[in-house]
Structures are given as structure tokens and as C-alpha cells.
């Protein structure tokens, strides 16, 4: 059983930054690629960026690609997700994902509850 569990949503400004967190119940954090998914009301969840299980690889949806950056803390357990120059259409709920394997496979079959992020203009 993996738990995961978001926090560090909240409204900014467009132009603001935010740090996302995930904290992950699971005894081998390291075996466990991970990743951010987003949602917006009325929209399809969608793909954000993924880390590879040491850390090594990382992966971007287009549209966050030099704004966003992934990160993982294998000795806490943690993933985290840094949002620079946020713009209004990064407002969503975001959801962290663990994935049994290779990011590259984006087989993610544990999700957190989602935190929302507001980002005005």
C-alpha cells in the first residue's frame, strides 16, 4: 500500500512561484518512480512532469518545460514540484503519482488527494 499525501497549494500571482510537496507512505520510496499530474474543472487530468527512481531522469509536459521543476528526496520520502513564472492556465488541483517501475513506462497506479493551485492574473 502507497499513501501520498500533497501540501504547498495555495493562490498566487501570475509571475509568482509555488513549491508543491509530496510525502510518501510506502516502505521502499526509492523503488518508486514519481510524478505530478494536474486537473482543471471540466478538463481531462493531465501529465506535468515525472523523476526517475534515483533521481537521475526527468520528464516535462511542453508546457511547463523551463518553468517547472521536479525533485526527489529519497532519505524523506519526498517529491517535490517547484512552479516559477506561474501563469493563469497552471491553475488546477495537483496530484502527485507513485509508479511501480520506470518513469518512462507512466504506469502510475497510486495517486494523492490533490492540492489546489490558484493562479490569478
Known amino acids: 500500500q502507497v499513501q501520498l499525501v500533497e501540501s504547498g497549494g495555495g493562490l498566487v500571482q501570475a509571475g509568482g512561484s509555488l513549491r508543491l510537496s509530496c510525502a510518501a507512505s510506502v516502505r521502499t520510496f526509492s523503488a518508486y518512480s514519481m510524478g505530478w499530474f494536474r486537473q482543471a474543472p471540466g478538463k481531462e487530468r493531465e501529465f506535468v512532469a515525472a523523476?526517475?527512481?534515483?533521481?537521475?531522469?526527468?520528464y516535462y509536459a511542453d508546457s511547463v518545460k523551463g518553468r517547472f521543476t521536479i525533485s526527489r528526496d529519497n532519505a524523506n520520502n519526498s517529491v517535490y514540484l517547484q512552479m516559477n513564472s506561474l501563469k493563469p492556465e497552471d491553475t488546477a488541483v495537483y496530484y502527485c503519482?507513485?509508479?511501480?517501475?520506470?518513469?518512462?513506462?507512466?504506469?502510475?497506479?497510486?495517486w494523492g488527494q490533490g492540492t489546489q493551485v490558484t493562479v490569478s492574473s
Open positions: 523523476i526517475s527512481r534515483g533521481g537521475l531522469n526527468t
Open positions: 503519482a507513485a509508479n511501480p517501475g520506470p518513469a518512462t513506462t507512466r504506469i502510475f497506479l497510486y
